[in-house]
Structure formats: C-alpha cells, structure tokens
C-alpha cells in the first residue's frame, strides 16, 4: 500500500519558471491537502479539497493553483516562481468521515533561485 | 480564525527524563486535536489523537489529554528515548481543514 506519494522529491526553479507537484493517493481518500513547512513556521494550508471537482483556498494560496479532477490525483501548480515560494510542501489525505487523522507524504523539497 | 500555539524549541532532555510539550488551542465548537511527529527527511505521521473533552490518546508511551477548559492538548511522556529525538506538532480538525502548530524540536541525549 503505497499511501500518499509526491513527485519530484527535489527540485530547483530559477524564478519565474513554472511547474506542477505531483501528488497521488491509493486509499480512496476524499480530502486532500497541501501544506508548505518553512523553517520554524510550522505548516501553512495552501489549499485543500473534499472531493474530485471541488477545492478551495487555505491561509497562504497566493501564487499556486490546484485541481482535482479525479479522487487520486491533487496537483499543486506553481505558475511564475518566486524566492517566496522556497519551501518544503506536503500533501496529506484523509477519509472523509469525522475525526480520522491525515496521511502525509514524503515531502518535496523546493528551491527558487 | 482557529489557531494551535505550542511551545518553543528546541528541547533538550536527557534520556529517561518526563517530557512535557505544551499545547493550546483556539476554536469555536469542539475540534478534533492531534499530535504528528516528524522524523528528519521525512512526512509527519499521526503519534496520537482525541476527539472529544476528556479523551486521553495515548501511543508509544506518549499521553495527551483533551482538556476544552484550559483548552489544552498538552503531550507528555515519562521516559524519553533517543529514539524520540523529533519534531512535534500539534493541530486541530475543525470542519475540513486542519490546523498545525509551529512544531516544536525534541533532541534526546543519551
């Protein structure tokens, strides 16, 4: 059972470049998150979704898109990179029933020169 | 908003030692509280949970008790290992999102 699995695990962008963030879930899960960790920041939401077709915004979603056309998949979408945007990112996923945990990934390590 | 405030770190014990990790939170209604731990390199993994005033989750020799009058979750342990050398956040469910606070660094000597 493979759980929750990100792409890639590292990456550099110079800025302005774009790319996606891969994550995928095998557990047939409803909600999935982003998170991005910053250095004694803990995780700041960047956007989250309850179901395939719906997603909404978190605390800090400025400069990333998302979709969710299928249960699987939660790409997050970096379109003009910024220095800002240095981080780790987590996606996370959970059931949709009351009071079940989330599952995390393994992270992806991002850095905007 | 909603909001988990948890202490600064790092702490530093030595091996053996009581652990106690501070944690409060803000909410309305009656939120779901969780501790993750978070081992270097890695994602953060569920280490205990509570969903209701009074619940103890307890896991791996590790307690928190749901408190909603000092609405606290603090976590402890009465003898840490090397082992447990990590980060600790605490965070709370409340509709769809969840909440995490900043993580607090835990370095076992031994």
């Known amino acids: 059972n493979a759980g929750v699995t990100q792409t890639p695990k590292f990456r550099i962008l110079k800025i302005g470049q774009s790319m996606t963030l891969q994550c995928t879930q095998d557990m047939n899960h409803n909600y999935m998150y982003w998170y991005r960790q910053d250095p004694g920041m803990g995780l700041k939401l960047i956007y989250y979704?309850?179901?395939?077709?719906?997603?909404d915004k978190g605390e800090v979603p400025n400069g990333y898109n998302v979709s969710r056309s299928t249960t699987e998949d939660f790409p997050l979408r970096l379109e003009l990179a910024a220095p800002s945007q240095t981080s780790v990112y987590f996606c996370?996923?959970?059931?949709?029933?009351?009071?079940?945990?989330?599952?995390f990934g393994q992270g992806t390590r991002l850095t905007v020169v | 908003g909603d909001s988990v405030t948890q202490m600064e770190g790092p702490v530093t014990l030595s091996e053996e030692a009581f652990l106690t990790i501070n944690c409060t939170y803000t909410?309305?209604?009656?939120?779901?509280l969780f501790w993750y731990v978070q081992y270097p390199g890695e994602g953060l993994q569920l280490l205990l949970k509570?969903?209701?005033?009074?619940d103890k989750g307890s896991n791996k020799g590790f307690e928190a008790t749901y408190r909603k009058e000092t609405t606290s979750f603090h976590l402890e342990k009465g003898s840490v290992q090397v082992s447990d050398s990590a980060v600790y956040f605490c965070a709370l469910r409340r509709d769809d999102k969840i909440i995490f606070g900043k993580g607090t660094r835990l370095h076992i000597l031994p």
């Open positions: 996370a996923s959970r059931p949709g029933s009351a009071n079940t945990e989330a599952f």
């Open positions: 509570a969903t209701k005033a009074d």
């Open positions: 909410a309305t209604g009656y939120p779901s």
């Open positions: 979704s309850v179901g395939a077709g719906i997603t």
